[in-house]
């Protein structure tokens, strides 16, 4: 049986993409896609589970395994949508061992990269670790050296999620390398905001801005909406911490707070955006008066306006 | 149990068995090599030790005195029995738990859903679960530094159980066993006195080790109504009660035996490094919390799977099952042993003791000492004092969650104890009463924790 084909494009164009390394971890669950969108990514079309740029045959009996893979992976979902984690995992597991039987390398390391995703979302990092650890051995072995940064960036992000810091910082790191030798603005963007946010809980504030504002290059080459929200709001909190330079502060915070980015602030990221933005506003206000605040505020946020 | 009442075809097809699974091989070789080099076990001559898999094992063996549930010591033989599904659960558990280097960043204490969740994974197929996790420190990405470290906390776990059953022989035991698990094959207890009777003993206990309940100091003091009522149903098991009497101060000697030996364990490997010393005490603490913590979970599920609506999965819906009626709480004796001391009680006195032993923190003021390490991680080689700090933390945090998370059975026992005065008040008032406890769940444990200096 021919597999269906699908080019990247078309998987970077679902409104919720969580393509490899699209969604930095900030270490707060705002920033995390909500469980809806992955039953809708899930659920979706196999077209969206088998992503290539070229043509691969599949046995019938591979398909059959993928889906009961996703089949599982969706009771799974469902169960951590009923507030069921218990049993999800067990859903999970089971998904994880029904990908163990595709004989096609390809194929399999596909599946369990997109579990890997999948468990991270869900809130089990543990079950992520083991998927990502899969992937990247499949990866080595099939030299898929793009996906297999994509896939130590999940492995990153699972034990970000444990912990784990300095395997999560080496992790990020060795993606970052691979994402900067291919061109990949996007997902070295989203590599740097994730080891930023690592260094900044060190106390390394200066690194971690740095990196932040690296980042924010990497955006400018390859613009990516989330992950640019996801940086400058890290950035805002590193600017305000070391109480540094206050324009820099308040342009990061206009950029934040623009028509193009406020709206796409995760609706538990919206309260801690303003207050730390009136905190800068404060802050730059103090340093460089205006005679007539409101009028400057409606100017500079218009947003925040009313 | 002298020798010549056991089933020669039994022992012999165990001792032509070992294991075949390289994992469990090494880490049991390593195990007895650090056995038989202890001081503690100069006195036992002759000594085996046997491992049965219930998976493979024959009828006979399965019907005989060697089977165990976990392990087991038959003094006649000078033999210990040890059961591979048990150590494969172990591994699972141990595996689990170290994909998290410090216990806050543990996945499965954010919730008890992923505590259960964790038991049911295990439970579904415990091979392919260790399977699994075995992958994550072999392969492309291999890690022989986590693997080492796993096989060593499995070594020191494997010990602190083992070192058990060697106490029942040391003692003069003629048999032993670790513990007894709630079986889901077997229907719960459903005798209030017998119940009443079980739990009055573990209340005992608890409170000897200072585990009361407040508001229930009146269940602990013998003079008590409560306990009259207890006192009158423990005239009807009066052989049965003595027998457990005798049972429990084995179990307490065997214990204290075990903890004498990993602590000597401990000595000999510190012997010309203190540094290996703290990372020892770091991963023995390790093993004996994720050990307790795991069974108490199993036994919590089983015993929840037994219940309506069949399911356990928080402190809430344990809340919300208790309360539908009195009989809860006799059938909540099931998770206490009849004979052996509870699961995480031991796990508390364990550490304790061993961290008493190697390190002086509980002899430290307490407005100058503090359980958390301003490491949030295990710092590099080039920071030892830092290292030292942080697998200090790590053993005291894993101590005192094990004595937080006592708090769900002290209150199941102290209840279930009074359930008999209960009762008798229940009936002279002539109405119905509800009576609700609050549970701690797993998550809101850690969150204590994390406020404790």
Request: with cysteine.
């Amino acid at each position: 049986m021919l597999a269906v084909v699908s080019g990247w494009a078309e998987y970077a164009e679902l409104p919720w993409a969580f393509g490899p390394g699209r969604s930095p971890r900030m270490g707060r669950p705002a920033d995390r896609l909500s469980p809806v969108c992955l039953i809708r990514f899930v659920l979706n079309d196999r077209r969206m589970i088998v992503l290539t740029d070229h043509l691969w045959t599949i046995t019938a009996m591979d398909e059959e395994i993928a889906k009961a893979t996703t089949a599982e992976a969706n009771e799974g979902i469902e169960k951590v949508l009923a507030g069921r984690a218990d049993e999800a995992s067990v859903h999970f597991t089971n998904a994880l061992d029904r990908v163990g039987q595709i004989v096609n390398d390809r194929v399999r390391r596909d599946e369990l990269s997109l579990l890997a995703g999948a468990f991270d979302h869900c809130g089990f990092p543990d079950l992520a670790l083991m998927a990502a650890q899969q992937a990247i051995d499949l990866d080595k072995t099939l030299g898929l050296d793009a996906l297999l940064a994509s896939d130590m960036l999940a492995l990153g992000n699972a034990h970000a999620s444990m912990e784990n810091t300095t395997k999560a910082e080496a992790a990020f790191r060795q993606a970052l390398a691979v994402f900067i030798d291919q061109n990949n603005f996007g997902d070295a963007a989203s590599a740097t905001t994730n080891i930023a946010a690592i260094v900044a809980n060190r106390g390394e504030m200066d690194d971690a801005i740095e990196l932040l504002e690296k980042s924010l290059g990497y955006l400018e080459q390859s613009p990516f909406d989330e992950t640019e929200i996801q940086t400058r709001f890290a950035l805002l909190q590193a600017l305000e911490i070391t109480k540094r330079d206050a324009k820099a502060a308040l342009q990061n915070a206009r950029e934040l707070c623009s028509e193009r980015l406020m709206g796409k602030i995760p609706p538990p990221q919206v309260g801690p955006t303003k207050q730390f933005v009136a905190d800068v506003i404060a802050r730059y206000l103090k340093e460089y008066p205006v005679a007539d605040k409101k009028k400057w505020k409606a100017a500079n946020f218009p947003t925040l306006a009313g | 149990m002298s020798s010549a009442k056991l089933p020669h075809t039994a022992r012999a097809e165990l001792d032509a068995y070992s294991p075949t699974d390289p994992v469990i091989g090494d880490v049991l070789q390593r195990t007895w090599s650090a056995i038989v080099e202890l001081r503690a076990v100069e006195p036992l001559e002759k000594l085996s030790l046997l491992i049965m898999n219930p998976a493979v094992a024959s009828a006979d063996v399965l019907a005989s005195p060697y089977f165990t549930e976990n392990c087991l010591a038959l003094r006649g033989e000078m033999t210990i029995v040890l059961n591979e599904r048990f150590w494969l659960e172990l591994e699972g558990a141990v595996r689990a738990f170290a994909q998290s280097e410090s216990l806050l960043g543990t996945q499965y204490l954010k919730s008890d859903a992923q505590l259960f969740g964790l038991v049911r994974q295990m439970q579904h197929d415990p091979q392919k679960f260790v399977e699994r996790l075995r992958k994550t420190t072999a392969g492309a990405g291999a890690d022989p530094a986590a693997e080492a470290q796993i096989r060593d906390e499995l070594e020191m776990v494997t010990l602190f159980f083992l070192g058990h059953e060697l106490g029942h022989l040391l003692s003069g035991h003629e048999s032993g066993a670790f513990g007894a698990f709630v079986d889901p094959d077997e229907p719960l207890e459903a005798r209030m006195d017998a119940a009443v009777v079980r739990l009055c003993r573990h209340v005992d206990e608890f409170n000897e080790a200072k585990f009361g309940l407040p508001g229930f100091q009146r269940v602990g003091n013998a003079k008590s109504e409560v306990r009259r009522v207890a006192a009158s149903y423990r005239a009807r098991f009066k052989e049965l009660y003595s027998r457990q009497e005798t049972f429990f101060a084995n179990e307490e000697s065997a214990d204290e035996w075990a903890n004498r030996i990993v602590i000597e364990y401990l000595e000999r490997r510190s012997a010309n490094d203190d540094l290996e010393g703290r990372r020892s005490l770091y991963l023995v603490s390790r093993g004996i919390f994720v050990a307790a913590l795991y069974s108490w979970y199993r036994d919590l599920d089983a015993f929840g799977s037994k219940m309506e609506p069949g399911i356990l999965n928080d402190a809430a819906n344990l809340y919300v099952t208790m309360m539908k009626s009195r009989a809860q709480y006799i059938h909540a004796a099931s998770l206490f042993g009849e004979l052996h001391r509870f699961t995480l009680l031991r796990a508390a006195l364990a550490l304790e003791a061993i961290i008493r032993a190697r390190t002086d923190w509980l002899d430290q003021p307490a407005d100058t000492r503090s359980i958390h390490s301003p490491h949030a991680e295990l710092p590099p080689v080039t920071n030892p004092e830092g290292r030292r700090q942080w697998w200090l933390s790590e053993a005291l945090r894993r101590y005192f969650l094990v004595c937080i998370s006592m708090d769900t059975a002290v209150k199941l026992a102290n209840v279930g104890c009074a359930t008999g005065w209960i009762s008798d008040m229940d009936r002279k008032r002539g109405t119905p009463q509800m009576l609700g406890m609050n549970f701690e769940s797993i998550g809101a444990a850690v969150q204590r924790l994390r406020g404790l200096r």
